[in-house]
């Protein structure tokens, strides 16, 4: 090195010496990293429990769970693990959600028999943000984001209305049983628009990007389609037994517009059927609970276990209340251990 060299020359013979006997305690620590015993990373975690221990009631929202981070079940539902909220926590994304949710859900109650008013949406909206009590600075940005929609999600709602005969907010199915296996599921709609062709459409609100059109049809994120299946089975009692012709996403975006995307709008998703004609939603509804059928089945094998990250969002996306128990960061540091399924 020319820096040591030049240290060397600046300093004499005796200053240098010095100097490194003073070093030897760090080199020799520096040494031992590499005599030490080889230690092994952590495995990626696939355990698995007795059968009987193993969960059995399900809701639409976990089995995107099950699919995607099986360990994370095994974690919540087996161990019975719940994360504990932060010391000191922000609102966040999800409560953020859960506000327009609320707010959106008391307004289609108030005016079963209006298009829209967005008067009363925004008093409603003013009401909802004052029980929230958040911060100022949090409040002025949501506030302002939600202002932006009232009036696209009313034009939305007057569009609608000439084909709805009653609309069912934040309906709740009873457990409905998974044939073939020991499992029941459930489910909660957003809402239910009961068509006057007598069929239905399932609406679930988002605030964000996810899950995709692409994710829903093709059943990584099978919640719609589950609640399409629970309703053609009589799940939601207050619906009837109606078979789904429409399941949306309705995205109230950043920028005030309130986007209606269909799950199931044939030109869109020609493109995700294989060769084959698009999925109606109700056809959608009973593929995805065969699905259903064949995972649960899966899991109840006693050599099945509940692996860790088995679908991720993204490698790079380490935010599961379960990754730091299931040490993601040590086993995929070096790399696949051949233990997945």
Known sequence: SRWLQRLHALLGESETKAMQRRAENYLCWARGLDLGERTELAKRPCPKPPVELRPVRFSVTEIETLR??????????????EPLPPLIREPDARERGNLFHNILEEFVEARPSIPGDAHLLRAIGRKHFKEAMLPEETEA?????FEKT????????SE?????????????SGEIPVDGTRATLRGRADRIDILKSGAAAIIDYKTGTRPSVKEAYTLIAPQLPLEAALLSRGGFSKAGANKADDLLYVRL??????????????KRMKKYARGGEPLSAHELGEVSWG???KI?????????GYISRALPFSAANLDGDYDH??????WSAGGEDGEGE
């Open 141 to 145: 940005v949501w506030w302002r984001r």
């Open 160 to 172: 609608r209305a000439a084909g709805i005969s009653a609309c069912h907010v934040e309906l709740s």
């Open 253 to 266: 975006k950043p920028d005030g517009d309130v986007v209606a995307e269909s799950i199931v709008e044939p």
């Open 325 to 330: 128990l299931a040490r993601v960061l040590e």
């Open 296 to 304: 649960i089945q899966h899991y109840d094998g006693p050599d099945t």
């Open 291 to 293: 699905r259903l059928r």
């Open 150 to 157: 009232i009036d696209a999600f009313n034009d939305m709602e």
């Open 68 to 81: 995607r981070d099986p360990y994370a079940i095994y974690a919540k539902r087996i161990l019975g693990l």
